[in-house]
């Protein structure tokens, strides 16, 4: 994207980038990660937040009738609610447009190497999520990541393990494969890593 790009500019740019991406492309995610996504999120309950659903060309479109999204692309948000799915707009101070503890997971699938600082997009998902909820993120290895510029930040499995002390990790892999490799990584730009996390309940917490 250029440096002079007003705001309005850079999301229909940004939106016609994703409107873009090859019909192979969307086949992979639509019928390979997609479920996976939304079946992990699924073991924490029904109701499913997709955080940056884009087009709606993930766990959005893949299950319009069992997941909701959010955006903060208003040419995005236009565009998925034309093609019928429930997309709502994040305000501009990032909080998101729905009530505490009403949902059971977030999925963010390639959204948080966009973001420098994901304190609040974390505390959002917190805050949304019932008390044993869950949190689903997908983020690109390094040949994928290095395709876009519009990246800003690079994770590792270090990285998703140490992402916030509130949210428990308790699975972790890679796509295509279950196993990880740094090969595949390296060479291919459908390869991520997935972390599955639930809320940490402190000992306090439990007390009656």
Partial sequence: ?????NGSDKYENYLRYLLSISRAGRFYKRYLTSPILFGWGRIFG??????GSGAGAGILGAFPSNVIGLEINPHA?????????????????GRFPLPDQAYDAC???NVLEHIEDPRQ??????????????LVIAVPGSCGYARDADHKVFYETGNLRDLDPRWKLFASF?????VKSKWLSRSIKQYCLVGVYRKHISRASTQC
């Fill in 1 to 5: 994207m250029k440096e002079n790009e």
């Fill in 107 to 109: 999925v963010l699938d």
């Fill in 46 to 51: 029904p109701r499913i937040v997709e955080v």
């Fill in 121 to 134: 997009i974390m505390d959002e998902c917190w805050r949304i999520t019932q008390p044993r909820g869950g």
């Fill in 77 to 93: 948000v236009a565009f998925t609610q034309g093609l019928g799915l429930r997309t709502s707009l994040i305000r501009e101070d």
């Fill in 174 to 178: 890679s796509i295509p494969l279950i």
